[in-house]
Nanobody
Framework: EVQLQASGGGSVQAGGFLRLSCSAS????????IGWFRQAPGKEREGVSY????????YYADSVKGRFTISSDNAENTVYLRMNSLKPEDTAVYYC????????????????????WGKGTLVTVSS
């Protein structure tokens, strides 16, 4: 059974930081990329950041470049998203997702194009 278990959300003031974790199981990690989508109130889900297990290739949305860092612990099958300098506009439910294939494929797809989805974790940034 495929599972993507997200954790680490919470409430923080603007300028603060949080670290999200996504623990994955049930599929072959070396073939997949894992990352995060988010959905802010009243907005569509958007891709935030992804990492490919096999080569460490990463992707960041323009809105988070320089503030967020994605990393993986391949031994623990876990992906982390360190979110620094948080802004109120980062407030959203963050969803862990996974897809088999290249980073280019993942970047080009919407949330519903992923292969696997986890439950969301809420991040609230207050001003």
């Amino acid at each position: 059974e495929v599972q993507l278990q997200a954790s680490g959300g919470g409430s923080v003031q603007a300028g603060g930081f949080l670290r999200l974790s996504c623990s994955a199981s049930g599929f072959t990690f070396v073939d997949h990329a894992i990352g995060w989508f988010r959905q802010a109130p009243g907005k569509e889900r958007e891709g935030v950041s992804y990492i490919r297990f096999s080569d460490g290739d990463t992707y960041y949305a323009d809105s988070v470049k320089g503030r967020f860092t994605i990393s993986s612990d391949n031994a623990e099958n876990t992906v982390y998203l360190r979110m620094n300098s948080l802004k109120p506009e980062d407030t959203a439910v963050y969803y862990c997702v996974a897809i088999k294939g290249t980073m280019a494929r993942m970047v080009g797809l919407s949330y519903y194009g992923m292969d696997y989805w986890g439950k969301g974790t809420l991040v609230t940034v207050s001003s």
